[in-house]
């Protein structure tokens, strides 16, 4: 069974930041896909970055590009990291984790993926 665990979060400072990570277990030897998504009080669940298996492809929200890096370890559990720089008031949101095990997908699309991560608050004040 797929599992997705997220940890890091917390609550910051504008301009600080943060490092959140899913590691993934019960995948096999399947290839995958693993996004992040986030979803502010009253607002529908956004893309915000994802990162293709072998690591050769990611994709970005716009407005985290240069601020945000995603990336990833295939070690024995795999693990995702999200790393938040230069973090802004707007950034406050649940942040998730996401799989999908489909190929030439929109990786963009919260409909692609498959499993969720349980969110992770991430809390910026100004």
Excluded: H
């Amino acid at each position: 069974q797929v599992q997705l665990v997220q940890s890091g979060g917390g609550v910051v400072q504008a301009g600080d930041s943060l490092r959140l990570s899913c590691a993934a277990s019960g995948v096999g030897s399947r290839t995958y896909t693993i996004g992040w998504f986030r979803q502010a009080p009253g607002k529908e669940r956004d893309f915000v970055a994802a990162i293709s298996w072998s690591g050769s492809n990611t994709y970005y929200l716009d407005s985290v590009k240069g601020r945000f890096t995603i990336s990833r370890d295939n070690a024995v559990t795999p693990t995702v990291y999200l790393q938040m720089t230069s973090l802004k008031p707007e950034d406050t949101a649940v942040y998730y984790c996401t799989i999908t095990f489909r190929r030439n997908s929109d990786y963009t699309t919260e409909t692609t993926y498959d499993y969720w991560g349980q969110g992770t608050q991430v809390t910026v004040s100004s």
